[in-house]
T-cell receptor
Framework: GAVVSQHPSWVICKSGTSVKIECRSLDFQATTMFWYRQFPKQSLMLMATSNEGSKATYEQGVEKDKFLINHASLTLSTLTVTSAHPEDSSFYIC????????????FGQGTRLTVV | GQNIDQPTEMTATEGAIVQINCTYQTSGFNGLFWYQQHAGEAPTFLSYNVLDGLEEKGRFSSFLSRSKGYSYLLLKELQMKDSASYLCAVKDSNYQLIWGAGTKLIIKP
């Protein structure tokens, strides 16, 4: 299956700093990438959908100025958590899909963010 | 609103069979997916159903009834490594994945 690489797999940062998470599709062109957040023992929650070359579409309740998403190419999307706070500590996962409407979503390995 | 229901937790014995149910109410339907997720890891794809019926893949099978808004994942010959959360997800009319809360499956020896 297709490979999506997410980096870093874990990060610890100080409160008030920013953290960038990268999501790369290694062997296919990802026209759409999705960013999810998952708190312990909870389901995946979609944060935003990004299409290459256009602005991301954020889900209700997700602050677009805090969670900056850039999808500059068909193989790379980034999520930047700005001015991170302890409540932003979570598991962040990206997924990517190609142009096929019925294709599965391919997931990155996830990033465990801890804000201290 | 959109809703996907699945049991929170199930327990089964090694070597046995377990069925995990999923019911959904979504705006449109473009396929149902089952994923396996071990703690702290990203979900991995198990199966995809878009037409009614049973899809078999080794020890795992998935069934879909679109008229009933119902699916199940059947796991046979359970192994300890099958202990994980199993997520049901539906692609809605916008081809966006809507996720269930997941079923935590505990396998006992």
């Amino acid at each position: 299956g297709a490979v999506v690489s997410q980096h870093p797999s874990w990060v610890i940062c100080k409160s008030g700093t920013s953290v960038k998470i990268e999501c790369r599709s290694l062997d296919f062109q990802a026209t759409t990438m999705f960013w999810y957040r998952q708190f312990p023992k909870q389901s995946l929650m979609l944060m935003a959908t990004s299409n290459e070359g256009s602005k991301a579409t954020y889900e209700q309740g997700v602050e677009k100025d805090k969670f900056l998403i850039n999808h500059a190419s068909l193989t790379l999307s980034t999520l930047t958590v700005t001015s991170a706070h302890p409540e932003d500590s979570s598991f962040y996962i990206c997924s990517a899909s190609g142009t096929g409407e019925s294709t599965e979503a391919f997931f990155g390995q996830g990033t465990r963010l801890t804000v201290v | 609103g959109q809703n996907i229901d699945q049991p929170t937790e199930m327990t089964a014995t090694e070597g046995a069979i377990v069925q995990i149910n999923c019911t959904y109410q979504t705006s449109g339907f473009n396929g149902l997916f089952w994923y396996q997720q071990h703690a702290g890891e990203a979900p991995t794809f198990l199966s995809y159903n878009v037409l009614d019926g049973l899809e078999e893949k080794g020890r795992f099978s998935s069934f879909l009834s679109r008229s009933k808004g119902y699916s199940y994942l059947l796991l046979k010959e359970l192994q300890m490594k099958d202990s994980a959360s199993y997520l049901c997800a539906v692609k809605d009319s916008n081809y966006q994945l809507i996720w269930g809360a997941g079923t935590k499956l505990i396998i006992k020896p």
